[in-house]
């Protein structure tokens, strides 16, 4: 691994954070990202079911299911 890479310098919640709000195009609120216990938690709001779907397949481009929760609400 190169640690000069971009990558190596952000941790693992910022890369779901910045891939979160890619795939959502900005239409999440509230928007919180944090490590807990070997899992990535993704909290926040939208507007429809489908900008969930989205945040959370931007989320699981990164990580495996297992390490994944979501408190994503709508409305």
């Known amino acids: 691994m190169i640690l000069n890479a971009p990558e190596a310098r952000t941790s693992l919640a910022q890369q779901v954070e ?10 999440i609120r509230n928007l919180v990202v944090k490590e807990e216990r070997g899992q990535v938690i993704v909290s926040g709001q939208v507007p429809s ?7 959370m397949h931007g ?3 990164i990580l495996s299911g297992e390490c994944f929760a979501e408190n994503i609400t709508i409305g």
């Open 18 to 27: 910045a891939r979160v709000r890619q795939f959502t195009h900005g239409r």
């Open 49 to 55: 079911r489908h900008a969930k779907q989205l945040a």
């Open 59 to 61: 989320a699981l481009e």
